[in-house]
C-alpha cells in the first residue's frame, strides 16, 4: 500500500506537531552541557545516537564509532538531521569546535530535535582521541580512482545516494541506487554484502558521507566516500549513462 509513497523523515512526529501547533518550539535560548569524553561515552552507551557534525574530511579522517554524520555548515543540516534520527533517541553532538553548540541548537529547534540533546563532546574529537577512545574512519577516493577501479575489475561496486530526480538526470553505469533518505531502514534491500567495497557517490561528497555514516552502522566495513561526488565526475568529462529526457518536475542538484 505504501510501497510507491515518498519517504518520511524519521523525525516526523515531531515536524508534524510543530507545525500543527501541538509541541512549540524552542522559544528561550537552547543550550546544552559539555560533556567529557568519559561522560559522552557511558550515554551513548546507554542508547544516545551520537550526531557528527564536523566536515566530510574531519568525519572521514576520525569519528566516534557508529556517529551518524550530518555536517552542520550545510544549509539542510537540520532537515537531514531530521531525516535520519531515529524518533525519541537522546541525542549527543560532536563539534568542530564548541562554540558550534549554539548554531547548531538553534538549527535543531526547527525540527523538534533541540530537546533531545544530552550534551556534546567538550574538547571534540581530539579530546576523545587524548582520552583513548577508539575511533572510525571512511576513506576517501578521488572521481578518478573510482572510474580507474570500476573499469578494472576489481569488486568495487558504486552507490548512488542522491535524490531520484538527480539520478535520473544522469548516474554511474551499473550503479546501485537508493537515496540516503532511505538508507537506515532499506539497507537490506540493496543486495550488496557487508563486506564488498562499495564506493558511496552522491552530488558533492556531502550526502554520500551521511549514507556511509548510515552504513557503517549497519556492519558494512569496506567503504569509501567519493569526494566531490557527481559533480566532480562531471567535471573531468567521465562517461555518464542519460535518459533521452528529463522527468518531470526534476530538481535541482544537491551536495
Not at 556517529?67 to 537531514?80: D, G, I, M, P, S
Not at 568529462?237 to 535541482?252: C, D, I, Q, V, Y
Amino acid at each position: 500500500m505504501n510501497a510507491d509513497q515518498p519517504s518520511r523523515p524519521a523525525n516526523i512526529a515531531n515536524i508534524v506537531a510543530i507545525n500543527q501547533g501541538h509541541r512549540p518550539l524552542t522559544m528561550e535560548e537552547p543550550s546544552a552541557p559539555g560533556l567529557t569524553a568519559a561522560a559522552f561515552a557511558a550515554r551513548a552507551a546507554e542508547g544516545a545516537i551520537v550526531v557528527d557534525t564536523r566536515s566530510t574530511a574531519a568525519f572521514g579522517g576520525g569519528h566516534v564509532p557508529g556517529a551518524y554524520h550530518v555536517h552542520l555548515t550545510n544549509a539542510e543540516f537540520e532537515q537531514r538531521a531530521g531525516w535520519i534520527t531515529p524518533p525519541d533517541v537522546p541525542v549527543l553532538l560532536l563539534l568542530d569546535k564548541d562554540a558550534d553548540i549554539a548554531r547548531a541548537l538553534h538549527a535543531l529547534a526547527f525540527v523538534g530535535l533541540d530537546r533531545r540533546v544530552q550534551g556534546y563532546l567538550a574538547g571534540g574529537i581530539a579530546a576523545w582521541m587524548a582520552a583513548g577512545r577508539p575511533v572510525e574512519t571512511l576513506p576517501q577516493m578521488t572521481v578518478h580512482q573510482l572510474h580507474e577501479q570500476l573499469g578494472a575489475g576489481t569488486g568495487l561496486r558504486a552507490l548512488d545516494v542522491r535524490d531520484p530526480s538527480e539520478h535520473a538526470a544522469g548516474h554511474l553505469a551499473g550503479a546501485r541506487f537508493m537515496s540516503y533518505k532511505e538508507i537506515a531502514w532499506k539497507a537490506d534491500r540493496l543486495g550488496l554484502a557487508p563486506d564488498e567495497p562499495i564506493a558511496v557517490v552522491c552530488e558533492g561528497g556531502v550526502r554520500s558521507s551521511t549514507a556511509c555514516s548510515l552504513l557503517l552502522r549497519r556492519g558494512y566495513r569496506n567503504l569509501r566516500n567519493v569526494i566531490g561526488g557527481m559533480s566532480a565526475w562531471t567535471a573531468a568529462g567521465l562517461p555518464l549513462e542519460k535518459p533521452a529526457r528529463l522527468p518531470a518536475g526534476s530538481g535541482g542538484p544537491g551536495l
